[in-house]
């Protein structure tokens, strides 16, 4: 048998473990809510830290469908059981009768967590979207380590692991519980009840510091409403377009942009985030519409100087089948900063796509001016005024592109079909 003050000693050890992963699953699920929430509104302008490339991409997880349950984000109800686990854990000092109790209540709620986290983890993450959560991941090892620790807390006074494992899992005494004093209950109910008061007003707060506003907010939904009339054109797609997706979908998105657009920047995100949502149910084409007089004559001067090299370049990529890989380098991981200093100090930006030899090549190729024209071209019979612009079946979207409106308005297209 152990002794009491042995039990005593790690008892007081192992609720400090305790309340540290609790407050970093806390603080992780905030961190993910508040970036689903900023993804989903479209006021995320940039990769996440934790998204460096096909594999590792907390963004694409992040928007995913398996990312909400009933249309409530995931991440809230982890930051809502955190912080119901910290609560607990504060309710009943070790040394009362009813701590062994909540120790076996909070057993099985985070290995019932556990088992979950097992199934996002290797159901969606590695089997179906095939992409890796670094942040989820986090609050997956806090919950296995409070599952840990409240396995040895209630199970404390037993040798050996089965033992410990049984008591641990062994009904809770819930009679236990009335020895708790009611002002202790009614202190965590109120901060609980406070904390969900604070998740569910969290996502408003942060819209309401963006750009959006009422007005805006009112002029979106009547965009939805009118989207069925919206008048359509045909958009032809050449070989030399960077493609994504299934040709024969029923679902067209032609997008036109300009590789040094601050504003396609922020569109190419959303764009990279959504499109991995949706696989096979849509045709994504890519055109050029540099804002660069040297190759589009629609403009009396040269707004972004290398918008045509940058363009130019965007074909040959596709020529090598390197396109999005190009596209994600170009929009995802050259800054303003870069084109600041020039093209040599870009032509270094995009080493993993070029080397020096094959940009002047391609430069020098006639014919990447003349796809680049083609494209400017056919903007121009679209009436393209500004960039990015982009169509869904034909159709140009005149409101902001975020992963909500995208996701919406290919619903409203695809129930056209049915």
Known sequence: MKSKSFIQQLIKKTVYWQAIF???????????????TRLKSGIQESA???????????????????????????AAVGAVYFFLLLALSLLVPSQEKAFSTLQKIMAWLTGLATLYNLILFFGVQLIILKTFCFICFLTYLCTAGHLFFNIKLAGASKEGFKETLLTAFSKPHFPLLKTIPKM????????????????VFLPYFIRSKSSANSFVENSIQQFYSQWKEMPQKKIPVSL?????GDPNSQIQIVEFSDF???FCRKAAFTLHTTLKLFKNRVFFVFKNFPLDSSCNPNLPYQLHAHACKLARLATCSQTKGKFWAYHDQAFLKMTDEDIKEGFDHISETLKPIFSKEEISNCLSDAKTLKKVIEDVSLGSELKIKATPSVFINGKLITIPITVESMEKLISLEEGLFK
Do not use: Q
């Open 260 to 262: 040094e657009c601050p």
């Open 184 to 199: 202790r209950w009614l202190l965590g109910a109120v901060s609980l009840i406070s904390f969900i008061v604070v998740i």
């Open 240 to 244: 030399g377009d960077g493609t994504w």
């Open 48 to 74: 996440s830290f934790c998204s460096f490339g096909k594999y590792m991409d907390c963004d694409s997880v992040n928007v995913s469908r398996y990312s909400e349950i009933f249309g409530i984000p995931i």
């Open 22 to 36: 609790s407050l970093i699953g806390l603080t992780t699920s905030l961190y993910l809510f508040v970036h689903h």
